[in-house]
């Protein structure tokens, strides 16, 4: 099913889910970079590229990340990039992660890098598009999935990310089917 949605991240719609799979946390974007729940994606080598096709979540990238800095009157092209080092607000202390990767067999930390936003029809999506580029730090290099592989992006370190940090920790079960049902 991952595998599915994941290629309907950027082409088009992902399949439905029963009413009762919904997300318990909703998409949010804060003006300190802060992001609330979780996107699907895949590797490419030493960085992740997760995807959200959501118009209201694109508008509250662009409004409290890009606007800000781009000023009210610039025009907008088809195509929006911030560096994550470009966001002053964005907590930097030593062991902080924006999302934790989950993929199959383990979860690693990451950081984002690349926020990109992509006007609806522009990446095939009826709807706009938020691309998050992460790269993996250095010390998460045994945790780092292979390229090509299909992973949840998970925003901002999880408690149990936090509390296993060992090789393989994956969520359980039930958390995981929550983060599928919440970027699905």
Request: hydrophobic share 45%; net charge neutral.
């Amino acid at each position: 099913m991952i595998a599915v949605v994941a290629a309907a991240a950027c082409g088009g719609a992902a399949p439905s889910l029963a009413p009762d799979t919904a997300p318990a946390q909703p998409l949010a974007a804060h003006a300190d970079g802060h992001l609330d729940g979780a996107a699907l994606g895949w590797t490419l080598g030493s960085e992740v590229h997760l995807f959200v096709a959501d118009s209201a979540f694109t508008q509250q990238i662009y409004d409290s990340l890009l606007r800000p800095r781009l000023g009210a009157k610039a025009p907008v092209p088809s195509i929006l990039t911030l560096a994550a080092d470009r966001i002053v607000t964005r907590p930097t202390m030593p062991g902080y992660y924006d999302a934790t990767i989950l993929f199959p067999g383990g979860a690693s930390p990451a950081d984002l890098v690349l926020v990109r936003l992509h006007q609806p029809g522009r990446c095939g999506a009826a709807s706009a598009v938020v691309e998050l580029v992460y790269s993996f730090p250095q010390a998460a290099a045994p945790l780092v999935p292979p390229p090509h592989t299909t992973v949840v992006g998970y925003f901002r370190e999880p408690a149990f990310f936090a509390e296993q940090r060992r090789p393989g920790a994956t969520p359980a079960d039930s958390v995981a089917r929550r983060l599928l049902a919440g970027f699905a």
